[in-house]
C-alpha cells in the first residue's frame, strides 16, 4: 500500500524566523530514512516523492537490508540517472545481514547528517509540500519534538 504518511523525529526545534535563518541551517535539515527489503519495484516513486520536495535541504539514506531484488541497487541507479545533484543527495547503505525494519531504520538515523529525520517506508510518497509544511509548524511551535501526517491510500497493491 502506497501512502504519504511518516513520521519525524526532531532532534532541535526551528523558531519563528526559520525562513531569515535559512543560511544558517545545517544542510541537510532533513534526513529521510527509507529501509528497504523487496520493494525495489516502488523505490523510485519514494524517491521521486522526496525529489520534487518545495523545501530542498534533504539528504536521502536508503538502507538495503539485504534485499534479494537489489532494492539499494536499483535506488543507486536511480539516482546517478537522476544526474550529480540529486546522486550526491542519496545514500545507499548496506546491511551486512538481513536485521530487519527497526534495526534497519535504527541504522539509518545513526549515518544521518540532517538536524530532523523523516521515516519513509519504500512503498510510501509524500506530497510536495510536505517537509516545506513540517519546516513552517516548527517555526510557528519551536517546542515541537514529533510531527506526523494523515495518511492517504492512493493505491492499493495486493
Avoid at 511518516?6 to 519563528?16: I, R, V
Avoid at 535563518?21 to 527489503?37: E, N
Avoid at 541497487?73 to 546522486?87: M, S
Wanted: glycine share 6%; charged share 25%.
Amino acid at each position: 500500500k502506497h501512502t504519504n504518511f511518516s513520521m519525524w523525529w526532531f532532534a532541535q526545534g526551528l523558531t519563528d524566523f526559520a525562513v531569515a535563518l535559512r543560511p544558517y541551517i545545517p544542510d541537510p535539515l532533513i534526513s529521510v530514512i527509507i529501509p528497504c527489503f523487496n520493494h525495489a519495484k516502488y523505490i523510485t516513486e519514494a524517491l521521486e516523492s522526496v525529489v520534487r520536495q518545495t523545501f530542498t535541504s534533504w539528504e536521502t539514506i536508503i538502507i538495503d537490508d539485504r534485499s534479494p531484488d537489489r532494492c539499494g541497487e536499483h535506488a543507486a541507479e536511480w539516482a546517478k540517472q537522476r544526474g550529480a545533484e540529486v546522486e550526491s543527495r542519496v545514500r545507499v547503505i548496506t546491511n551486512q545481514a538481513n536485521v530487519g525494519l527497526a534495526e534497519s531504520r535504527n541504522h539509518g538515523i545513526r549515518a544521518a547528517k540532517g538536524v530532523w529525520i523523516c521515516a519513509l517506508d519504500p512503498d510510501d510518497m509524500i506530497e510536495p509540500g510536505y517537509f516545506a509544511a513540517a519546516v513552517e509548524a516548527t517555526g510557528q511551535e519551536p517546542e515541537l519534538q514529533l510531527i506526523t501526517s494523515d495518511q492517504q491510500f492512493f493505491d492499493e497493491r495486493k
